[in-house]
């Protein structure tokens, strides 16, 4: 419950973020079903961030296994993908629940899943607890999710029409000032 709320305990260290999903792409790649291909676009040069390697972890995986199963159990495939950029106000106004985050420098995370999509109805709801639109779901992991980039100092945007897959980016603010050492080409690679 304290992960809903943003209030969890953290053991915050230094975090480089496409390390840290490296080191877990096969567990990940184990969570979703064996007809969606896993593709990885990490950065290979990300500022590091102040967080908690469970806690943002477990972020990672809610965010994976909610694509997988908006993907079913048809083919389909899913991006994970880390990134750094600037936000300006009307980027920052897109993320959920307007958390108080100002114009800058963030890192990011993106899961796109090319699974059904979902109406504005739907989007409105996904982030409450115990909401669901799968039979067996329970409706905790995007509430979870929510409420470890909130606690990390981050937010979450949404993008998803019926149709055209969701996409999740995760907005977390560097650690230290950040440095512009311009954009870098990032690396891919898919899970077999």
Known sequence: MLAFSGRGR???EDIELSSLIAGFAELLHGAVSDSVSVRLALHPDLPE???DHGQLRQLIMNLVVNGSEAIGD????LT???GVDDFGPDDLAQL???PELGPGRYVWIEVHDTGSGMDQATRERIFEPFFSTKLAG???GLAAALGIARGHGGGIMVGSSPGAGARFKVLLPPARSP??????E???RTLL
Not at 179 to 184: F, K, N, P
């Open 96 to 98: 959920i629940q307007r």
């Open 80 to 82: 994970l993908a880390t």
């Open 74 to 77: 048809g083919p389909g495939e």
């Open 10 to 12: 953290f053991v915050k």
């Open 49 to 51: 961030i102040q967080g």
């Open 138 to 140: 329970r409706g905790l």
């Open 186 to 188: 990032s690396w891919s």
């Open 179 to 184: 440095v512009d050492r311009g954009r870098s």
